[in-house]
């Protein structure tokens, strides 16, 4: 139906950069909300980033000044450039997305997420 595709993800020196980027593609009516979360091992879940179709954004405090969320709403695509990096940004980040779906006639919101991609930031 829906598949969230991130890319971008691999091995950073501490202080470095490094963006990552999510395409959702499939058969959907409309991408709403989107979003980046991570998860570093032994961790749960968390929100890093999320922006709306307006692109209005919202940041974790740990990333704040940092990571920058962005959106191409023709692309489908959001976008996260993470500047100085540090290791405790080391995680698997995934693609969230709100997506507007019809379901009998019925306009209705649906979650979908990505698979990951690991950053792994070294010092």
């Known amino acids: 139906q829906v598949r969230l595709a991130e890319s971008g993800g691999g091995n950073v020196q501490a202080g470095g950069s490094l963006r990552v980027s999510c395409v959702a593609s499939g058969s959907f009516f409309r991408v709403n909300d989107m979003a980046w979360y991570r998860q570093a091992p032994g961790s749960q879940r968390e929100l890093v980033a999320g922006v709306t179709r307006e692109s209005v954004t919202n940041y974790a405090d740990s990333v704040k000044g940092r990571f920058t969320i962005s959106r191409d709403n023709a692309k489908h695509t959001i976008y996260l450039q993470m500047n100085s990096l540090k290791s405790d940004d080391t995680a698997v980040y995934y693609c969230?997305?709100?997506?507007?779906?019809?379901?009998?006639?019925?306009?209705?919101?649906?979650?979908?997420w990505g698979q990951g991609t690991q950053v792994t930031v070294t010092s």
């Open positions: 969230y997305a709100k997506v507007q779906q019809l379901y009998n006639k019925i306009l209705q919101d649906y979650d979908y």
